[in-house]
């Protein structure tokens, strides 16, 4: 089984910055890709910002110049942060991970229970 959880989520200004954090476990030979979603209350899980096993970066045209993925490959981990924060970029963030379980098995998502961030004055 995998674990994919996500921390750092919170309330911060307009302006503020705000980091988050996500670890994945469990049995996991290796990890293409992570990435980071965000959904709003009835609406489709969207693309925030990816970073492939290689150091590849995709972003949302929103965010590009404020937000900032990075990965640790050893660790399983992955860390978005925000910056020059907006109230529109409130949402739930949710991580994921593109796994092999096994040398030569197919890649699987998984998904964190997501965190909650909340840009308001």
């Known amino acids: 089984q995998v674990q994919v959880v996500e921390s750092g989520g919170g309330l911060v200004q307009p302006g503020g910055s705000l980091r988050l954090s996500c670890a994945a476990s469990g049995s996991i030979f290796s990890i293409y890709t992570m990435g980071w979603y965000r959904q709003d209350p009835g609406k489709q899980r969207e693309l925030v910002a990816t970073i492939t096993s290689g150091g590849s970066t995709n972003y949302a045209d929103s965010v590009k110049g404020r937000f900032t993925i990075s990965r640790d490959n050893a660790k399983n981990t992955v860390l978005l942060q925000m910056n020059s924060l907006k109230p529109e970029n409130t949402a739930g963030y949710y991580c994921?991970?593109?796994?092999?379980?096994?040398?030569?098995?197919?890649?699987?998502?998984?998904w964190g229970q997501g965190t909650q961030v909340t840009v308001s004055s």
């Open positions: 994921n991970a593109n796994v092999r379980r096994e040398r030569t098995g197919p890649y699987y998502n998984y």
